[in-house]
Nanobody, 119 residues
């Protein structure tokens, strides 16, 4: 079974940092692009960023570009979302997703981890 488990969420003051982790199992990690999404109550799910299947390139939403960084550890089968300069509008449930190679159909999803940024 494919399983994605996010961790690292929590409460943080605006301007602070958090690093989210997404541990993947049940898939060949190096064959999957990994993505991060977020969703706030009453809001549509929003794309945050992605890392290509080979980790060679990343892409970010404009709203987080320059503040968030995605990296992946193929040994630990884990993708990270380093979030710096957090803003209250970053408050959301953050979810990781996996998609084969570069399809970006996001076939698998984690349960999410809450990130709350206070003013």
């Amino acid at each position: 079974q494919v399983q994605l488990v996010e961790s690292g969420g929590g409460l943080v003051q605006a301007g602070g940092s958090l690093r989210l982790s997404c541990a993947a199992s049940g898939l060949t990690f190096t064959r999957y692009s990994m993505g991060w999404f977020r969703q706030a109550p009453g809001q549509e799910r929003e794309f945050v960023g992605r890392s290509s299947w080979n980790g060679g390139n990343t892409h970010y939403a404009d709203s987080v570009k320059g503040r968030f960084t995605i990296s992946r550890d193929t040994v630990k089968n884990t993708v990270y979302l380093q979030m710096n300069s957090l803003k209250p509008e970053d408050t959301a449930v953050y979810l990781c997703a996996a998609s084969q190679y570069s399809d970006y159909s996001w076939d698998y999803w984690g349960q999410g981890t809450q990130v709350t940024v206070s003013s």
